[in-house]
Nanobody, 122 residues
Framework: QRQLVESGGGLAQPGGSLTLSCAVSGFTLDYYAIGWFRRAPGKEREGVSCITASGGTRARDSVKGRFTISRDIARNSVHLQMDSLEPEDTAVYYC????????????????WGQGTQVTVSS
């Protein structure tokens, strides 16, 4: 069974950091790209960052320089290091998987996790 499970969400202060993890089962990162998406209250879900099966990465402009995506192939997991958090980063964060390549649109993503809440507030 192909499954993605997010963890690491929580409450952070503005300027703080959190690390999200996406544990993958049922398929390997050698053949699948993993993306992180988020849905803020009252807004559409948007792509945040993704990493391809070959290790290439993409990120939306608003998180460049603050968020870093990485993967651990041995543990079949992908991480999103989020630094310099802003209240605007408050959202439910989802990881998703699709074959090989990725972009930050929602089209084509085959598998989705249930999401983890990130709240940035003082």
């Amino acid at each position: 069974q192909r499954q993605l499970v997010e963890s690491g969400g929580g409450l952070a202060q503005p300027g703080g950091s959190l690390t999200l993890s996406c544990a993958v089962s049922g398929f390997t990162l050698d053949y699948y790209a993993i993306g992180w998406f988020r849905r803020a209250p009252g807004k559409e879900r948007e792509g945040v960052s993704c990493i391809t099966a070959s290790g290439g990465t993409r990120a939306r402009d608003s998180v460049k320089g603050r968020f870093t995506i990485s993967r651990d192939i041995a543990r079949n997991s992908v991480h999103l290091q989020m630094d310099s958090l802003e209240p605007e980063d408050t959202a439910v964060y989802y990881c998703a998987a699709q074959r090989v390549s990725c972009d930050l649109t929602e089209d084509g993503w085959e598998y989705w996790g249930q999401g983890t809440q990130v709240t940035v507030s003082s």
